[in-house]
């Protein structure tokens, strides 16, 4: 079972940044969409970038400008650049790398941006 470790999460005044990592425990082949999602309080899940088929990259509106998604294909790890942070960003954030036949998540950490 493959796991998915998050990490870069914390506490960060708006206008700041900050870097969130996520890398799998085990050599994994064929991923073909790499995702990083958030909840805040109260709030469904929503995609906030995803890397399709290793090339692709997607962004939902509200971060577009501000966030940056990469991976790094040799150590299987994937980053979230977050600059220019707001208040409204403030969720837990959650990785996501999917293909057919799994679909493995992160355990989830937590961005506070305070106004």
């Known amino acids: 079972q493959v796991q998915l470790v998050e990490s870069g999460g914390g506490l960060v005044q708006a206008g700041g940044s900050l870097r969130l990592s996520c890398a799998a425990s085990?050599?994994?082949?064929?991923?073909?969409?790499m995702g990083w999602y958030r909840q805040a309080p109260g709030k469904q899940r929503e995609l906030v970038a995803v890397?399709?088929?290793?090339?692709?990259?997607n962004y939902a509106d509200s971060v577009k400008g501000r966030f940056t998604i990469s991976r790094d294909g040799v150590k299987i790890a994937m980053y979230l650049q977050m600059n220019s942070l707001k208040p409204e960003d403030t969720a837990v954030y959650y990785c996501n790398f999917r293909s057919v036949g799994y679909d493995y998540w992160g355990q989830g950490t937590q961005v506070t941006v305070s106004s």
């Open positions: 890397i399709i088929g290793g090339r692709t990259t």
């Open positions: 085990a050599s994994m082949r064929g991923i073909d969409a």
